[in-house]
């Protein structure tokens, strides 16, 4: 059973572009929502997270909009650039315990 | 400062051979994770430990996985014998502690490949 569901699986965006990347969770007890960016031969690396008592965040260039009664949330790279080509995780944790659940990953390539 | 590093990089064995990979978590944090990642997806949760105690190795399948976390610093992983759906990227992580939102720091992961 898939807790987290991401899409798209892969996505192409121009350098300059908007990458956008979709999150959506069924359980309520989540009450944290980090990304993680994985290059290859690499662990996944945290980039930003946000509390659902938040609907929106930016760091950078990074954004997330989270809606929480919808139970969806976003991943935003504005002004996107070839050395943002990796694979992007959703993940959300479980209250309580730092448990990490991802999902299946978004593989991002920007091409100049 | 040294990020968590973890040994071998990359291991090919026979399958129902057995296998070990090693982590040394960063140091001062307290909570290790041990994660799989097959091929395409996100990681998934082995076992957790809090200094020496594991407090989540629901996901662990302990008829062949065994993981030790001795003197609550380095820890080992271990699958005997060995399958071939065991291929797949072992990642080991640690955090200051175990709350929510503590951030949990990956080593590079060991590539296993099982004939």
């Known amino acids: 059973q898939q807790q987290v569901k991401q899409s798209p699986q892969s996505l192409i965006v121009q350098k300059g572009g908007i990458s956008i990347i979709n999150c959506a969770y069924e359980n309520t007890a989540f009450d944290y929502f980090p990304w993680y960016q994985q290059f290859p031969g690499k662990g996944p690396a945290l980039l930003i997270a946000i509390r659902p008592d938040v609907s929106e965040k930016k760091e950078g260039r990074f954004t997330i909009s989270f809606n929480k009664s919808a139970k969806q949330f976003s991943l935003h790279i504005m002004d996107s650039q070839p050395g943002d080509s990796a694979t992007y995780f959703c993940a959300a944790v479980s209250g309580g315990y730092n448990k990490l659940i991802f999902g299946a990953g978004t593989r991002l390539a920007v091409h100049p | 400062e040294a990020g968590v590093v973890q040994s071998p990089r990359y291991k090919i064995i026979e399958k129902k051979q057995p296998v070990a990979f090693w982590c040394n978590p960063i140091s001062g944090h307290n909570t290790l994770y041990w994660y799989l990642q097959n091929l395409g997806q996100g990681p998934e949760l082995l076992i957790r430990?809090?200094?020496?105690?594991?407090?989540?190795d629901s996901q662990l399948p302990k008829d062949r996985f065994s993981a030790e976390r001795l003197k609550g610093v380095d820890s080992t992983l271990k699958i005997q014998p060995a399958e071939l759906g065991d291929s797949a990227v072992y990642l080991c992580?640690?955090?200051?502690?175990?709350?929510?939102?503590?951030?949990?720091?990956f080593g590079p992961g060991t590539r296993l490949l099982v004939l």
């Open positions: 430990y809090e200094n020496e105690e594991a407090v989540d």
């Open positions: 992580a640690s955090s200051l502690g175990g709350g929510t939102q503590e951030t949990q720091y």
